[in-house]
């Protein structure tokens, strides 16, 4: 498809050093936000990276195959957008993969014993274990709020923990480093066990 | 599973749903939040820019190019109107922050090495001391030399066949050897490992954090003829014809023309050429002169960035332009009888963007600084205390004070000489960088990449340490005090280690008003000039805050572009433009 030679100016003069940059960002967020939701380090499909997803997208953009249209707004958000829509179809891909590998002519064993709760379990507790080892009690008080049903908004945590939204970002953005650091400290021993079970 | 385990579990599911809900709604919202995640996930965003702008490239798309230091005559900003809550946000956490700094002072430093900080003369330890002076330092059971057990990187380990006893280091860089192929000889790394060698060259709250590995520094030797010529001729030239021309007035600090017996209207070169360091003046005379070194270049400005950390890494960024224009150079401007003028304003976040200041410095001893402040969203240009220089910067661990140095007019201190050494000053290059002449008055400036250990993968140390782009020399300083005479401002004292020959600041200790030290700043710059050396002039390069008390830092310059301009259009500097900046 070919791509309006208006918009083909205009991409021009985008700076796709820096755009590049806070892409591949966006999608490594992304991933690094679905690896905590779902406990999966081997979330996008095909061993790819941020990297990758974000020269797709840009791909994508420059053949026409998205289009970009500026008067509906600016490209980085539109180019994190369809990221996130990669991202998104690369886990569910993966997920589908997983289960169209099995063969239903072979008797299998069964599915590993996946207890997925109790990995859940172990997950909080080793984040709430880390943060009480570095006496970060700041960051537990958020745990705490949520785990006491307080809505997971940042508004709602500062109302509840009578403090600025800021600080509150502040504390979400240090709590998930720590917990996406965690993640990827515990990754080797979780695949040497062979389960999160 | 029993049912109470299975709900416990469910619970636990739902917990971390709702924080990956949260997590959702904070992206990397900026440029540095999208470095600092590839450098959580180990990729280094320089090479990942790099690669996707080669890509597009071959895509048949060419990138722009960097970006360059906006320009009131070439990229005019256009400034939407914002919500008044978020314009004026940069404002209130001015107020709030300073007030947390305060409130939760470290412990006072102990009183032998900190002497120099604390700025009582009599316990001001020259920097060039005889170690066997520095009890502190020399009673720690260190590591010595290589293969100490905690040495915190191999590699540099190697590097550094450092003798470590510096019982007979006088002075302790003649006997570092430099094992290394990639350091010259003379060079090594100051470390955890070999502490001690900077006990007579970095202050005690800089050397603690290098002996517990939060900081550690290349340092390097230069040639100090060589490093002088960063100034050109004329100005050394100027600086010693002005021998005698010039006093102070003792209660003011006020500059005097000897030969008009008036405040001068023109000043090039160093006032004061040579300081008696037994003249009760000398203070006020060093701080002269780095005001005239200040004011080479005439106009300049920069886009520069402030990066707020805590130990985690960064917090947030803001990012701004600067117009500075001495007029001493030349000569004062009239009929205002203005010496200086400057503009700054804020691009990022969106939510302060159009945030502008001006300040006008009257050309006498007594008048304070005129700033106002411009917010878009309200239209209101509000007059300011020139005592707010003292507040943090959007609630980073960074003062207005600390901009270009030293931001205050000179004349509203009190300035004391309480000591001389020698210390480990940053330098980004030990000559000048090159100017590109783009128009009669205008020559550009490409500054070097300056990285911090918060975006450089495989890097160790503080976050905010900066560990590409500058290196550690050493240079004689001046340890001065100063003390701010309008009792709005909110540090009690300053105490600045400023060099000898250049009159740069290399370090400042700041102590609240009941006393206590609470923050210390260390700046680098820039020297640049044309080819046949009529233009001239120092520029920030980088200013690295710390905050004792809480831990945080912030790291503010690191200009993208620089300009050099001696022929500022006065009219940039007026309230009209202030206002006109958001339209």
Known sequence: MAIDSKIRRRLQRVDWRAIGVRLTAHAAWRAANLHWRRGDPLLLAAGKTAEDIAMEVIEKVLAGERRWEPERGELLPYLCGVADSLVSHLADSHDNRTYAELDPEVDYPGPPQVDAGASDTRRINDLRRLLRSERQTDLLEVIDAVTLHCDPTPKALADALRTSTADINNRLKRLRRRAMRMLNDAAPADEAGGTHG | ?583
């Open chain 2, 1 to 583: 599973m029993a049912d109470s385990q299975r709900g416990h579990v469910s619970e636990d599911r739902r917990v971390i749903e709702a924080l990956a809900d949260l997590f959702d709604q904070i992206p990397p919202e900026n440029a540095l939040g999208a470095e600092q995640e590839l450098t959580d996930t180990g990729l280094d965003p320089a090479r990942v820019g790099e690669r996707i702008a080669r890509a597009v490239h071959d895509d048949g798309v060419d990138p722009a190019p960097r970006a360059t230091p906006t320009s009131p005559r070439t990229v005019p900003r256009s400034f939407s109107r914002r919500p008044w809550l978020a314009a004026a946000a940069l404002a209130a956490v001015l107020l709030f922050a300073v007030r947390t700094a305060i409130d939760q002072r470290s412990e006072e430093p102990p009183p032998r090495r900190m002497a120099a900080a604390t700025g009582q003369r009599p316990e001001i330890p020259p920097v060039s001391a005889d170690p066997q002076q520095l009890p502190d330092a020399r009673e720690a059971d260190a590591p010595r030399g290589l293969g100490a057990a905690d040495a915190p990187d191999a590699a540099r380990d190697e590097a550094n066949s450092v003798v470590a006893d510096v019982d007979d280091m006088n002075p302790p860089f003649t006997r570092v050897t430099g094992g290394a192929t990639d350091l010259p000889e003379g060079s090594f790394v100051l470390d955890a490992a070999n502490w001690k060698i900077g006990a007579a060259l970095l202050p005690e709250p800089v050397l603690r954090r290098v002996r517990s590995g939060d900081y550690w520094y290349r340092v390097d030797q230069i040639d100090g003829d060589e490093f002088r010529e960063n100034y050109p001729k004329s100005f050394w030239s100027d600086a010693r014809a002005n021998e005698g021309r010039f006093a102070v007035d003792d209660s003011t600090c006020g500059l005097i023309d000897l030969e008009t017996e008036a405040v001068p209207v023109h000043l090039s070169g160093f006032p004061f050429p040579t300081i008696d360091a037994e003249d009760p003046t000398a203070g006020c005379r060093i701080a002269w002169n780095m005001r005239a070194a200040d004011a080479l270049g005439r106009g300049q400005e920069s886009t520069l960035s402030i990066d707020g950390f805590d130990r985690e890494g960064a917090t947030k960024r803001l990012q701004l332009w600067s117009r500075d224009l001495h007029f001493l150079p030349d000569r004062v401007d009239e009929p205002e009888n203005l010496r200086y003028v400057a503009t700054r304003n804020v691009i990022e976040p969106t939510d302060v963007d159009g945030v502008a200041g001006l300040v006008q410095r009257i050309n006498d001893a007594t008048s304070p600084d005129k700033i106002w402040t411009y917010v878009p969203s309200t239209r209101r240009v509000r007059r300011t205390n020139p005592a707010a220089r003292s507040e943090p910067i959007a609630d980073l661990a960074i003062f207005i004070e600390d901009l270009g140095g030293f931001a205050s007019k000179i004349e509203s201190f009190e300035w004391q000489l309480i000591g001389e050494g020698e210390t480990l000053a940053p330098i980004v290059a030990n000559k000048p960088l090159s100017m590109a002449q783009v128009s009669d008055t205008r020559f550009e400036i490409a500054p070097p990449a300056i990285r911090a250990a918060y975006e450089t993968p495989d890097s160790h140390g503080a976050p905010w340490l900066v560990v590409q782009g500058a290196t550690m020399v050493p240079r004689p300083v001046w340890i001065v005090e100063g003390r701010p005479r309008d009792p709005e401002h909110k540090f009690g004292k300053v105490v600045f280690y400023i060099d000898r020959e250049m009159y740069r600041i290399y370090w400042k200790f700041v102590h609240d008003r009941s006393g206590r030290y609470f923050y210390n700043a260390m700046f680098s710059y820039y020297w640049s000039q044309n080819t046949d050396g009529s233009q001239a002039a120092v520029i920030p390069a980088f200013i690295v805050g710390v905050d004792e008390a809480t831990n945080r830092a912030a790291i503010a310059g690191r200009p993208a572009g620089s300009f050099v301009d001696s022929a500022f259009q006065r009219e940039l500097f007026t309230l009209r433009t202030l206002t006109a900046l958001s339209d």
